[in-house]
């Protein structure tokens, strides 16, 4: 049996568990579970290679002391569990890394954590210094305090993320299903995928969505989404059960390996174009098409149509071409009740007539992400 050398030759590793991979039935921290996971990250950090654990699991962990029988649909409700259930989870994984003689370190993030310029450097820093101290850090999104407009939504597009952050050599997403399958894993005859060299092999794969055990956010989507922002950062990925996370990460062929496609870029733009909703639209004429799809130029009032939706400055907005094709999605600079008044205006106008504040771009293209 040859083993993957993406594997094998990774020094610094992100591995992800799902929510469904550490608890019970009834919702609670299966301790068994846990002390197994931790069993083979140990030996990951025995063999001389960092480990970074993004951990689903606290909304769920705290579900059996709330006496709540499912999880929560309401954020409030969701982000009372958070509270309640992260500090079990990351008290059992102290516990059981200090078996081994190893210190975890909690890490609880914010989408502004990995796109915003000045908290990114930060929490970048964070990482190297409790990786350089000999730290296993233990990453959650910070969901007390996530709103619902701004948030990673799953911890699969997290972890990618994290993975970026911490220029990591591998990504392994650790769920309920051994890996891809060509159909939902159900049906007869659906097969395993055991390697994808790029993600448009996947034209013909039908996937499903959250698994039964109704613990979880995600699902085969958001995993394949969090494989693309990885290998698009050209981070190869293996995806697996949590069963098998000792196979997979001894480098064994097991679970689904996607091989890297693409080079570093900033996370911000990973962000952008893979884990944002728009929150509304900007129209543009074709000059501005051709100057932001082809000469990579910011988008100025001179070139837009007019906008939709009901938008504020920093948001999210896809830039949509005369012909009604989404062009790029970026961050916007005005408000949308800001943007009428632009309408065709050149950057000198705006300055003589409204100021110099509204001569600005209305979205920059270090914001913006040609889709």
Do not use: C
């Amino acid at each position: 049996m040859s083993l993957r050398p993406a594997v094998t030759g990774a020094k610094r590793v992100v591995v992800k568990v799902g929510s469904s991979s550490l608890t019970t039935v009834d919702g609670g921290i299966d301790p068994e579970r846990l002390s197994v996971l931790v069993d083979v990250l140990a030996g990951v950090r025995a063999r001389g290679a960092e480990v970074v654990l993004v951990s689903s699991g606290a909304i769920a962990a705290g579900l059996a002391p709330l006496g709540l029988p499912k999880r929560p649909k309401a954020l409030a409700a969701q982000q009372a569990a958070a509270s309640v259930g992260q500090g079990l989870l990351v008290h059992r994984y102290t516990e059981e890394l200090a078996r081994h003689g190893l210190i975890a370190g909690q890490v609880l993030l914010t989408v502004d954590d990995v796109t915003r310029r000045s908290h990114y450097r930060n929490a970048s820093q964070t990482f190297t210094t409790l990786l350089d101290l000999g730290v296993l850090p233990i990453v959650n999104e910070n969901d007390t305090v996530a709103t619902t407009e701004i948030r990673f939504g799953d911890n699969d597009r997290l972890a990618a993320l994290v993975a970026h952050l911490v220029h990591a050599d591998l990504l392994v997403l650790l769920s309920d299903v051994e890996g891809l399958y060509d159909a939902p894993p159900s049906q007869p005859g659906a097969r395993l995928v055991a390697e994808v060299a790029s993600m448009d092999d996947l034209t013909d794969v039908t996937v499903g969505k959250t698994g039964s055990a109704g613990v979880g956010t995600g699902g085969m989507v958001t995993k394949l989404e969090a494989a693309r922002i990885a290998v698009e950062a050209g981070i190869p990925v293996v995806l697996t059960s949590a069963p098998k996370a000792r196979a997979a990460l001894a480098g064994e062929p097991v679970g689904t390996l996607f091989h890297a496609t693409g080079k570093r870029r900033p996370t911000r733009l990973l962000w952008l174009e893979h884990a944002t909703e728009p929150m509304g639209s900007v129209g543009l004429d074709e000059g501005a098409v051709r100057a932001v799809r082809e000469r990579g130029a910011s988008l100025l009032a001179a070139g837009i149509t007019g906008a939709r939706g009901d938008f504020h400055a920093g948001d999210p907005v896809d830039l949509v071409g005369p012909d009604g094709a989404v062009v790029a999605r970026g961050l916007v600079n005005f408000d949308a009740d800001e943007l009428p008044q632009l309408v065709g205006r050149s950057s000198r106008w705006l300055e003589a007539q409204l100021g110099s504040a509204y001569a600005r771009e209305v979205v920059h293209r270090d914001d913006l992400v040609l889709l």
